[in-house]
């Protein structure tokens, strides 16, 4: 049986590295890191997802961030270089949805790979409504 694939984008991610009251939903996010660590589940994320993790990680926590930032480039994901079909795919969310590009690609990922974009920006989730696999991390079951 195949493994289900999911696309955390930053805002799931980084619920990883910033464990307080203030993070809404981090122990969803950390089952999920549980579940990937424990090969129940499967995490492809799109290239640019060091630079995002690693722009807010030093906004948030400068003197952390380069501990936090080996942790996570520790984990060896699973990543989804850019080509033509993905920006093709992220470009029609765009067209359709509204959104950045950057948001997008996660998303054009979870499609590609047949998988679900996981997510803890409920506005974004909103905004491409119409579009499928994605889930907003509150929502999140278990897995």
Request: aromatic share 12%.
């Amino acid at each position: 049986m195949r493994k289900k694939i999911i696309v955390p984008d930053a805002s799931v991610l980084l619920k990883w590295a910033f464990k307080t009251h203030e993070e809404d939903y981090s122990d969803k996010a950390l089952l999920l890191l549980e579940s990937w660590l424990g090969g129940e589940v499967e995490i492809v994320l799109p290239g640019l997802w060091c630079y995002e993790v690693g722009n807010v990680l030093m906004l948030k926590s400068p003197e952390l961030a380069p501990d936090l930032m080996e942790v996570f480039l520790s984990y060896d994901f699973q990543v989804q270089e850019m080509t033509l079909e993905l920006c093709r795919v992220a470009f029609s969310i765009m067209r359709k949805s509204r959104v950045t590009f950057y948001d997008a690609v996660y998303h054009a990922v979870a499609i590609l790979h047949e998988g679900t974009l996981l997510t803890a920006d409920e506005a974004y989730a909103r905004k491409v409504a119409e579009v499928d696999h994605v889930t907003v991390l509150k929502d999140l079951p278990f897995f």
